[in-house]
């Protein structure tokens, strides 16, 4: 037996109030873990990124942090810790937890920065089109059963 494809519009016109109200749902649940989770858990610790951001951005005009930018980071000492932007901690926070610990500007810094953002982003939109998948499928396979359970029950009341 074969099964014609319907276009999206004709399942929705043969659809019945139920499959009508899960694809609602679905939409909103989709629009929601893709666009609405992404934006509130990728802002959670913002502020404190952006705070690094901004001290490692005044750090990098302090003349002083000139070496912590250009030097191999092996011959670099940790500096204390500080929110002036005078003890250069920052860079060399930064260079201690890359990858490759080479130097940096301004420009690589702020390419990293905006790139692991984008990461963040990207991670969240798809979790979010992930779960929000999952859940429309096993939604839906819900239904499905249900329909198939009371199914048989008509059929053995109309015997």
């Known amino acids: 037996m074969k ?13 019945n109030g139920w499959q009508r109200i899960w694809f609602v749902c679905s939409i909103v649940c989709f629009l929601y873990f893709t666009v609405i989770f992404p934006l509130t858990e990728s802002n959670k610790g913002s502020s404190f990124r952006y705070e690094m951001r901004w001290a490692t951005e005044r750090e990098m005009k302090n003349p002083m942090c000139a070496p ?3 030097i191999e980071f ?3 000492i940790e500096p204390e810790y500080s929110t002036d932007g005078s003890t250069c901690y920052h860079i060399h926070s ?3 937890y890359s990858d490759d610990k ?10 990293s920065f905006d790139s692991n953002e984008r990461e963040k982003w990207l991670m ?3 979790m979010g089109a992930f779960i929000s ?6 939604v839906y396979g819900v239904g499905v059963v249900i329909s198939w359970i009371t199914k048989g029950f008509n059929r053995n009341e109309q015997q």
Not at 102 to 111: D, H, L, V
Request: proline share 2%; no cysteine; net charge positive.
């Open 133 to 138: 998948t999952l859940l429309i499928a096993f």
């Open 74 to 76: 092996s011959k670099l």
């Open 94 to 96: 930064h260079r201690k």
């Open 3 to 15: 099964m014609a494809r319907k276009s999206v519009k004709e399942w929705l016109i043969a659809s």
């Open 102 to 111: 080479s130097p940096i500007t301004e420009k690589i810094y702020q390419q």
């Open 124 to 126: 969240f939109i798809g």
């Open 68 to 70: 912590y930018m250009a």
